[in-house]
């Protein structure tokens, strides 16, 4: 069992910018995929960014590129991963989630089996 925590979500004005952090408390994130993921009201969830166990494969959905980035704290023995938001648009509110599988990697919530509970992102002049 992975216990996730989100925060830094919140009220900013279109084109400001918000940085998002997950962390396990008491654990390491070092050996999981991690995931990134948003659902709005009457919308699927979708994935928003993840990031292999190693590093080395990162996604962003198109709607983002260019404005998020995904990374990881090597610092606290990768305890953290954040999603920082630039450029922030009307479009993007959403409850963000992060996530964490092992193994296979891909960015499809239903791969993913841990889940934290959320952070509101709210996106309005």
């Known amino acids: 069992q992975v216990h996730l925590v989100e925060s830094g979500g919140g009220l900013v004005q279109p084109g400001g910018s918000l940085r998002l952090s997950c962390t396990t408390p008491g654990g390491t994130l070092g050996y999981y995929n991690i995931g990134w993921f948003r659902q709005a009201p009457g919308k699927e969830r979708e994935g928003v960014s993840c990031?292999?166990?190693?590093?080395?494969?990162?996604?962003?959905a198109d709607s983002v590129k260019s404005r998020f980035t995904i990374s990881r704290d090597y610092a606290k023995n990768k305890n953290t991963v954040y999603l920082q938001m630039n450029t922030l648009k009307p479009e993007d509110p959403a409850v963000y989630s992060c996530a964490t599988n092992w193994g296979y990697y891909s960015c499809l919530p239903n791969d993913y089996s841990y889940w934290g509970q959320g952070t509101q992102v709210t996106v309005s002049s």
């Open positions: 990031m292999s166990a190693d590093d080395s494969t990162t996604y962003y």
